[in-house]
Every structure is written in C-alpha cells, then in structure tokens.
C-alpha cells in the first residue's frame, strides 16, 4: 500500500472556506479531521478511513457515537471507534489470509469532494476512496476487482448515511460492508437491542453456531453476533441515559451485534480497560449468505439513518 500523503489542512480550508459550519483540524501529522457544528448537532469525519468519528444533535447531553479514549491514529490501523467503513470484505479475507482484517477501506485516505448545505441547514459531505490508490495490492492478486466507492454523510437531527458501491469492471463481483457503528450507551447491561426478534444468528464466539433470537437483545457477556436477513430497523434503549437510538436501513441485509468485553478489551492496545462498558456495535452490514452479487455497471447503496428520541418506559 502506498504511503499516507500528507494532506495539508490549509488546502483543504483554502478549497472549503466557504462554508462556515465547517472546519479542519490533523488528529496527528497527515490524518485530517473535518469538524461540522451547524445548528442541528456537532461531528467529526476523519478523512483516514472516510469514517465518522463523532455525532452529537445539540437535544442530547451524550455523544451518539462512541471514540476510544484511547484512539490511535496509526497508518494500516483501523480507527477504534466512530463508524469504521468494512469494504470489501467483512473480518478476515476467505481467500488471501494475509490482506487486512475487514478490508481496505477503513485504513485508505479518503478524497473530500464536496460540502454543501442543505436548504434546513444541514450539512452533506461528500467522499471519495481513491480505490486505484489503495487497492492495488488486491487487485493484483484478484484482477477482475474494479470497483469505486463512495460515502455521503448528512449532519443534521439525524445522521444519514450513504455508503456506495459501483462496479466498474467488466465481470460480476462479490463483495460485503458493514458501517461498523459504536454507539455510546451508559452501561452495555443497562441497554436493550431491539428489532431482531426471530432473526437467525451465527454465533461467531460458538464456531459459528446458527441459533434463532427470542425477544430483544441484552448484552451481559462477550457478544459477536451476524444476523442474517436482517434489515427492519434496529433500536436501542438505553434505560440510564434514558433515550432511545433507532438505527433505520436500506439496503442492508445483516445486522452485526459486537462487544469484546472485559476480558478482550484488556487485550486490545486503543480501548481503555472500562471502554467496553460504554459502547455497543451494530452494524448495518451485508454479510455471509447476505453478501452482494454486483454484475459489471451495477450500483448498491448501503443506507442508514441515526436518530435518537426520549426514551418512553
Ligand atoms: C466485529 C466482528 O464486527 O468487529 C468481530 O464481528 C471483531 O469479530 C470486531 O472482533 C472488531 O474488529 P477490529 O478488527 O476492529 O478489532
């Protein structure tokens, strides 16, 4: 993979001084963030893997979306925290071992192509993985993989997503996505996750064992989880900070449910050993059996909507 370019923050000013919602700041030397703060809500979008990292309407006390307190910013490495984008591949490559976990897109350098306000006030950002750029490797081990992608995010009330996919080779290709979302709850035993009722789940922490979900979802131990067929809308109850997060999708047939726990999170070098207390993963993905065909020309948008309201007990 080509080195990071560093991208200068001036420039990036220079090209977008226009808008006045907007500005720009490096987390570290050559991974640069844009912050948005309009008067629906704040976020930040980290131009290293085209991902969101914050979402806060100005209703909610609590950031929506959770960042690690201990987030590195580190080229090849996945950002913990935000919406990491998985693209082309979910977890590891079934065919190419040695290729990146969950694949190319959440460690590339995205392109900013365009910021624009929307006639209530909300901001559109849009980006460009430069896939030529990053993707070469895979494409030399897999030739026919020709394929752009693309994300828009809108920051207003809610966060709207659009995450697309366009083949442009000349043979059909298979590919999955996730919007690796982790949501900021107060204390993973004090939520419940509904909208999976009689959804079929692979249990990834049992060998991939098929079971069916009874009911809502409640996390009180290390939880990985890809439900299949799964595209109603997702809420989350959150009891302690009594709200209600609904997470609302097209285009997505699988939901992924992850949270590493004690034990995991103290193994991992970017999650504080309380981190995994605080946050949840739900992915609007399609994996597995859900993973898309896209033939040559052919165009898929993986779309969600963020929105939160007062929780009703
Ligand atoms: C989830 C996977 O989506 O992401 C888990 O289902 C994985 O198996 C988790 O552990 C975190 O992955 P990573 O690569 O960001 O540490």
Sequence with gaps: MSEIKRIMINQLQQKFSSNDSIYFVEARPGFPVIKISNKWATASISLYGGQLL??????????????????????????????????PWFGSNEQFED???????RISLWELINISTLANGEIKLELHMPCQQYCQEYQNIN??????????????????????????GDTPVILSNALHSYFN????????????DGATFIDKLLSAKKQIQNGSLQIKKETDRIYLDSNNDIILNDSGYKRQINVSKKGAD???????WQQKSHSMDDM??????????????????????????????????????????
């Design 54 to 87: 914050s979402f806060q309407p100005h209703s909610q006390e609590q950031p929506v979306i959770w960042l690690s307190d201990k987030v590195i910013f580190k080229k090849d490495k996945a950002i913990r925290g935000g919406i990491p984008l998985c693209w």
């Design 99 to 105: 290729q990146p976990a969950h694949g190319y897109a």
């Design 272 to 313: 504080s050993d309380n981190g995994w207390k605080s946050m949840i993963c739900i992915e609007s993905a399609n994996v597995d059996i859900n993973k898309l065909k896209l033939n040559p020309g052919q165009n898929h948008r993986l779309h969600t909507t963020i929105s939160v309201k007062k929780l009703v007990e």
């Design 254 to 260: 699988s939901t992924v449910v992850w949270n590493p």
């Design 143 to 168: 030739p026919s993989f020709h394929v752009d992608l693309s994300i828009s995010y809108i920051i207003g009330q809610e966060l709207a997503i659009d995450l697309r996919t366009h083949n442009t």
């Design 185 to 196: 709850v107060s204390h993973i035993e004090d939520v419940s996750v509904l909208g999976l």
